[in-house]
């Protein structure tokens, strides 16, 4: 499928994410009181813009693209939640509008030019523009995730995180070899058995931080996951295998199975452990803000 092309089914789950202006919020709770020792995430659930954004400038079809949202990720995401009876976490706006899965201080926090698109809405965003942005989208949904973790830390469980991504099949011209990736930075607890799971699968090719690097400071799972300790991974699927429910169903059985085994088989996983980033100066200096050795966490 083309990357300016969506599925009926697609078009549905974008305009569906809000309903009306009045129903538009930065984010979106599912199983918000479960207790799987999991927190999933996904970061460009949506296309939606805000009440005065109108569509930013952009033709309408242009929201509809994976410049504005991943495709297929909420799908996938919310039914993993009900197979794993686990939290989730979804972003409520377009990432056209302030991206949540960049650092709050991040140069590409708003674009003004996306996979060939100028963004007129975005044209003359300056530094106040970007923080009342932040302030009333990027940082509601930051405190969510934050929430969530700290709701199943205080039942004393310590969640691993799950960000759930997709990724065009074609890019400038060249078709993806990969189903899906795994993406991750220092701490190789969750990616390492999910990568091993997926390429276990017949017929999957399955990129290890392709098609893209999870080694992105300040990003969601940077800031949620790498700086507090907690085991993550990004999950990346190609568009087209996630793109109808019959897709988004199989891939969210298949991700929701693997991510069960693993939980099962590492109680590692579900503890405090710092790793550091391969984006900070040394790993070793995150240790030392937070007292504690790269690798070494509580016993939790």
């Not at 190789?188 to 699968?201: D, Q």
């Not at 790498?226 to 085991?231: F, N, V």
């Not at 568009?239 to 590492?266: F, M, S, V």
Request: proline fraction near 8%; charge should be negative; include cysteine.
């Amino acid at each position: 499928m083309s990357d300016t092309m969506l599925t009926p089914a697609a078009a549905t789950t974008a305009a569906a994410c809000h309903p009306d202006d009045a129903a538009f919020q930065p984010f979106h709770l599912v199983n918000a009181g479960a207790d799987a020792p999991v927190v999933l995430l996904c970061d460009h659930a949506c296309a939606a813009l805000p009440p005065g954004h109108g569509t930013l400038g952009l033709p309408p079809m242009d929201l509809e693209r994976h410049i504005a949202w991943d495709i297929g990720a909420a799908d996938v995401t919310r039914r993993m939640a009900a197979l794993l009876d686990a939290p989730a976490v979804l972003c409520g706006f377009s990432r056209l509008l302030i991206d949540p899965n960049r650092g709050a201080d991040d140069p590409t926090l708003v674009m003004k030019l996306s996979d060939g698109a100028i963004i007129p809405g975005n044209a003359h965003a300056d530094a106040a523009e970007v923080a009342r942005r932040r302030q009333a989208y990027w940082q509601p949904y930051q405190a969510a995730v934050t929430a969530a973790i700290d709701r199943l830390i205080g039942t004393g469980r310590v969640p691993a995180l799950v960000s759930i991504h997709s990724f065009t099949p074609v890019w400038r011209g060249r078709p993806r070899p990969w189903h899906a990736g795994i993406l991750w930075d220092r701490d190789p607890r969750l990616p390492r058995p999910l990568l091993a799971a997926l390429r276990g699968e017949p017929g999957l090719v399955v990129g290890d931080n392709e098609p893209y690097s999870g080694r992105l400071h300040g990003d969601t799972l940077y800031r949620h996951g790498t700086a507090r300790g907690l085991a993550h991974a990004l999950v990346e699927i190609r568009q087209d295998l996630i793109d109808t429910h019959h897709g988004a169903q199989e891939w969210a059985e298949r991700l929701a199975r693997i991510t069960a085994a693993a939980l099962a088989q590492d109680p590692d996983i579900n503890r405090v452990t710092f790793f550091g980033s391969h984006t900070d100066q040394t790993a070793r200096e995150m240790g030392r803000e937070t007292g504690r050795e790269p690798g070494r966490g509580p016993e939790q």
